[in-house]
């Protein structure tokens, strides 16, 4: 389960500091068009502002701690119960991220759609289910 954990908590701490790098860049696309068209499937004057891409860096970085948390790899400085809690907070969350991506993008033919359907979605699944084993399944410390 260490390595489950660890590996959930890296993926999700990647994923955190992608949206840092988001904040400032369309990086790896090369415009912001392309960007806005590809990752997020809104027009430019559309794209998410930097302080709410900011936000779900942050959130996305608790989680990482949090399933980091569960497996006792960090130490917690609250209530025993809430690295399992907030381990199965984030699978819930990202269960349906996942699931709403599959059916909404199932509905549209464009570049996000396809991307979200055959990575985005899949992504935030796996995760989901690597966070829900860990809460349900990791042996209380």
């Not at 959930?8 to 904040?23: D, K, M, P, S, Y």
Request: charged share 15%; aromatic share 6%; proline share 8%.
């Amino acid at each position: 389960m260490t390595v489950l954990a660890l590996l959930t908590a890296v993926v999700l701490l990647l994923v955190g500091v992608l949206h840092v790098v988001w904040t400032f860049s369309p990086w790896p696309l090369r415009t912001r068009e392309d960007f806005a068209r590809r990752v997020v499937d809104v027009p430019v004057d559309k794209l998410p502002t930097p302080g709410m891409t900011l936000a779900v860096a942050s959130l996305l970085c608790v989680a990482a701690y949090l399933v980091a948390a569960r497996a006792d790899l960090v130490a917690v400085p609250g209530p025993r119960w809430l690295p399992a809690a907030g381990a199965g907070g984030v699978a819930v969350v990202l269960l349906l991220r996942g699931a709403a991506g599959l059916v909404m993008s199932s509905r549209r033919d464009t570049e996000f759609a396809r991307l979200d359907r055959r990575y985005y979605s899949p992504l935030c699944l796996g995760l989901a289910t690597s966070c829900a084993v860990l809460a349900l399944l990791h042996p209380a410390p």
